[in-house]
């Protein structure tokens, strides 16, 4: 099973970015799905994730900023952020809460980062 993200990059503070991430793999099926998010010297924050169903979930500072949304048949998360700020700067992971066939429960799987720098 492998998750790849893809965007990221440089912004200036105010601009919009996008990043998403494609799981693939001998995949039985996928519950939440998100991203989180390492600042340096930070610790890694739920930035926000979504559910099968589409209910989602955001941290509080990206609340009305950032939209994550999930193609189920792709098996695709994306995360679109708008009025992006210097503080949104850090490497951002996506995951995928997934059972791989053969197994019996769901376990979390995980993007290899991609960054996200906002600055002028």
């Known amino acids: 099973v492998q998750l790849q993200a893809s965007g990221g990059g440089l912004v200036q503070p105010g601009g919009s970015l996008s990043v998403s991430c494609a799981a693939s793999g001998s995949i039985l099926g996928i519950n939440t799905m998100g991203w989180y998010r390492q600042a340096p010297g930070k610790q890694r924050e739920l930035v926000a994730s979504?559910?099968?169903?589409?209910?989602?979930n955001y941290a509080y500072d990206v609340k009305g900023r950032f939209t994550i949304s999930r193609d189920n048949a792709k098996k695709t998360v994306s995360l679109r952020m708008n009025s992006l700020k210097p503080e949104d700067t850090a490497v951002y992971y996506c995951?995928?809460?997934?059972?791989?066939?053969?197994?019996?429960?769901?376990?979390?799987?995980w993007g290899q980062g991609t960054l996200v720098t906002v600055s002028s």
């Open positions: 995951y995928a809460n997934l059972r791989v066939y053969g197994s019996i429960g769901y376990t979390n799987y």
């Open positions: 979504i559910a099968t169903a589409g209910n989602t």
